[in-house]
């Protein structure tokens, strides 16, 4: 066993070493020290009535620690063990680009070949997209779940693979070009799930258990695409962070590729084994999993084939994270020492991203370097010494302000000034000025500047502790023109229509099976939606000015065209 301790916790350690050699030393116990010092990671997991995780470590091709903490189902006090299944959501997409690789070594495929090829129904863009694209991000295609949101999806709506075919035969075009960005896109890895069958002629279910899953004797894993199978030994999804409360999220997600594995942690040391073993790919088959991808421009990303790439603390590794419903996964190996670790849990507060660097830490002994030294900026001091303001110096602040993702806007109500971002609830504000106030509950620190016709038209925020530093916004204009949008706007490429009207002097938007959501004007082209797949919204308009159409982008989609009907 590898391990590592802070300094203090290291010297005490040799310390207790040094008396336990004279006074006749067992290695048992300094094993058992060392798996307390990881349970004490997981404290808050092991509490009564408490959803929780499961933790592996392998070291050396060994299983060296595999345990559970807190409950599998709270409903009946269930406890995790090792056995316990969970979704790992995307740590899934290491296991569709290895079956890439392994139909590639058996010459059925090419990870440069042309998608069309084995999908003839994703549209001809005018670029190719190779099966590599897909991989590492960069084809350019929209994001399944938003596209399926804005046509109308609702949570608890079962998203399948096929409703992902269905959708991106209607795209006309695409996010970026081809190859020139890394942008994290779920429909490449469900194409590549639909490109496994078509070559094989066997469903992927079946293909990666017999390929993949069985050889490696990873007897409990298996892909799920009905959420209403009965599936034993599962994990039941929790939302709420740590102490509750919880709830139970709807289960959507029954399509493949891009997630949906559930297995155990003691399955997936066994995938982690194979990175050293090499039992089913071989060394070649690790190393082009791993190879990180190249942009058009000539750039190296951190991204390989369905797992990333890095460093930590000297060592390389590679790492996926997963998030669905509840659920949480991390998955971080370091090839050099041939270890890695495994945490996967059942709650969406879990943290598993951070209790895995702890564990790491705790585990790996004298090999790991020290940790990185935090630069810290001079930052000026900020009074939070809360002082009282006129109600007149208040109303200069009311309005909203274009803050980049979203609109806050800015109110009083008895005496106390709230920021409110669409979705979520009023914040107090204590100022701290006649023209700054704190925001207690964000951490930021809030100037209103360039006062003119009685109203501040500017704001500065800052926060000491994040490393965005000043952002500078501006308020939105009342610009008198909320008449020109109303209309119906349909999307050739969702088959869907939305409609925006005004109501009570606010511009909302309609649709069959979203609730309504407002609109807020930022310019002459551009508006804030209310909602996250309805986010920032080009204005597009013809020759004589008339509002014709919209590009809605929400992150993982970008410029989807909206053309105003009667235009």
């Known amino acids: 066993m590898k391990h590592y301790l802070p300094l203090f916790q290291l010297t005490m350690c040799r310390i207790v070493i ?33 959803p929780g995780g499961a933790l592996a470590i392998v070291d050396d091709g060994q299983v060296v620690m595999s345990r559970g903490y807190g409950c599998a189902s709270l409903e009946y006090g269930v ?13 899934s997409k290491q296991v569709t680009a290895f079956s890439m690789i392994l139909l590639e070594q058996k010459g059925l495929l090419s990870l440069d070949d042309n998608v069309q090829k084995y999908i003839p129904e994703l549209p001809d863009f005018g670029e190719v997209i190779t099966i590599r694209h897909l991989a590492n991000h960069t084809s350019g295609l929209r994001n399944f779940q938003n596209l399926l ?7 608890g709506d079962a998203m399948r693979n096929e409703d992902l075919l269905k959708y991106i035969k209607w795209q006309n075009e695409l996010n970026f070009p081809v190859g020139s960005e890394y942008l994290y896109c779920n429909t490449g890895y469900n194409l590549m799930a639909t490109i496994v069958e078509r070559v094989t002629g066997n469903s992927f279910i079946e293909w990666t258990k017999e390929n993949i899953f069985m050889p490696l ?31 139970v999220p709807r289960p959507f997600w029954d399509y493949m590729g891009n997630g949906n594995i559930y297995t ?3 399955d997936m040391a066994k995938w982690m084994i194979n990175f050293s073993t090499h039992q089913i790919g071989g060394g070649e088959g690790f190393e082009k999993l791993t190879q990180r991808g190249v942009l058009t421009n000539g750039d190296t990303i951190r991204y390989a084939l369905g797992i990333g790439v890095g460093n930590y603390r000297g060592h390389d590794i590679v790492q996926h994270g997963g998030s669905i419903g509840g659920y949480r996964s991390q998955l971080v190996y370091f090839p050099g020492l041939q270890t890695g670790f495994v945490i996967l849990a059942n709650y969406s507060g879990a943290g598993p991203g951070r209790k895995i660097w702890e564990v790491a830490d705790v585990f790996l002994s004298e090999v790991l370097g020290p940790q990185p030294i935090e630069e810290k900026s001079n930052t000026p001091g900020f009074p939070i010494e809360a002082t009282e303001l006129e109600s007149d110096q208040l109303e ?23 920021a409110t971002v669409s979705g979520s609830p009023p914040l107090p504000m204590r100022p701290t000025s006649d023209s700054s106030f704190h925001l207690p509950a964000t951490g930021y620190h809030i100037f209103f ?14 926060a000491p502790d994040r490393v965005a530093g000043f952002r500078i916004f501006e308020r939105y204009s009342d610009l008198g023109f909320l008449a020109e949008f109303i209309g119906d706007y349909y999307s050739p490429e969702l088959k869907t229509t939305y409609s925006i009207r005004i109501d009570d002097g606010q511009l909302v938007m309609e649709h069959p099976r979203h609730e309504t959501f407002e609109l807020t004007p930022v310019s002459e082209t551009r508006l804030k939606g209310g909602v996250w797949f309805f986010n920032d919204i080009e204005v597009e308009r013809n020759g004589v000015g008339q509002v014709s159409g919209l590009r809605v982008s929400n992150g993982r989609v970008r410029n989807l065209l909206l053309i105003k009907n009667g235009l």
């Open 18 to 50: 040094f008396i336990l050699i004279i006074t006749g030393w067992d290695p048992v116990l300094y094993s058992q020290s060392i798996n307390s010092m990881i349970d004490s990671v997981f404290l808050e997991w092991g509490e009564q009535d408490h």
């Open 79 to 91: 406890p995790i063990t090792e056995n316990t299944l969970f979704n790992i959501a995307s740590v």
């Open 149 to 155: 949101t804005m046509a109308g999806w609702r949570e």
């Open 217 to 247: 004797g990873m007897e409990n894993t298996r892909y799920r695409n009905d959420m209403t199978e009965v599936v034993k030994n599962t994990a039941t999804s929790y939302d709420g962070n740590t102490g509750g409360p919880f709830t």
């Open 264 to 266: 155990t942690v003691g």
């Open 396 to 418: 200069k602040c009311v309005g909203k302000f274009d803050m980049d993702d979203f609109v806050v806007d800015f109110n009083v109500d008895n005496g106390i000034l709230y």
């Open 449 to 462: 500047e360039k006062e003119d016709d009685g109203l501040y038209h500017q704001i500065t925020a800052f």
